[in-house]
Structures are given as structure tokens and as C-alpha cells.
Nanobody, 123 residues
Framework: QVQLVESGGGLVQAGGSLRLSCVAS????????MGWFRQAPGKEREYVTA????????QYSDSVKGRFTISRDNGKNMVYLQMNSLKPEDTAVYYC????????????????WGKGTLVTVSS
């Protein structure tokens, strides 16, 4: 069992930046692909970005490409999401997820989820 806890959400003006963090409680963190998803009010949870076990391969949804950066620190069991040039449409609860093996944009194939952290972008 892997527990994930997100932090770093908050209120920010459009054009601003936020950095989300996620800490994982597992001794085998480096064996998991990690990802971030988000869910806006009234919408389905959507894929944002993912990173492989080594940190060498990252993928992004088209809506955040060039603005968001995912990274990880296997020594600290941490994954981060740096969000720049934020837009009101980025407003959502952001969830950290872990998957044994590789990553996928399909949310149904992820193994563990955090409880989420709210990001609100004002116009």
C-alpha cells in the first residue's frame, strides 16, 4: 500500500505560479511511475502529466505543455509539479497518483491516489 499526500495548492492570480508537492510513503518509490491529474467542478478527472521511475521520461497533456513541469526526487520520495503562467481554466483539485511500472494517461490504470489539493486561479 502506498499513501500519497499532496500539498502546495492555493489561490493565485492568472499568470502566476504554484509548485505542488507529493510525498509517498513507500520504500520502493523508485519503482513507481508518478503522475498528476486534476478535476474541475462538474468535470471528469483528467490527466495532466506523468514521469517515469527514473525521472528521465516525462509526458504532458496538450493543455499544460510548456507551462507545467513535473519532476521527482527518489531520495526524498517526492514528486513535484511546477505550474507557471496559470490560467483560470487550470482551477481544479490536483491529485498525485502512483503506478507500478510505466505511466499512462488512462486514470483507470493508476494504482494509488492522494486526496488532492485545490488550486484556484483568479482572473
Amino acid at each position: 500500500q502506498v499513501q500519497l499526500v499532496e500539498s502546495g495548492g492555493g489561490l493565485v492570480q492568472a499568470g502566476g505560479s504554484l509548485r505542488l508537492s507529493c510525498v509517498a510513503s513507500t520504500r520502493t518509490f523508485s519503482s513507481y511511475g508518478m503522475g498528476w491529474f486534476r478535476q474541475a467542478p462538474g468535470k471528469e478527472r483528467e490527466y495532466v502529466t506523468a514521469i517515469d521511475w527514473s525521472g528521465g521520461i516525462t509526458q504532458y497533456s496538450d493543455s499544460v505543455k510548456g507551462r507545467f513541469t513535473i519532476s521527482r526526487d527518489n531520495g526524498k520520495n517526492m514528486v513535484y509539479l511546477q505550474m507557471n503562467s496559470l490560467k483560470p481554466e487550470d482551477t481544479a483539485v490536483y491529485y498525485c497518483a502512483a503506478r507500478a511500472g510505466g505511466t499512462t494517461p488512462d486514470r483507470r490504470r493508476w494504482d494509488y491516489w492522494g486526496k488532492g489539493t485545490l488550486v484556484t486561479v483568479s482572473s
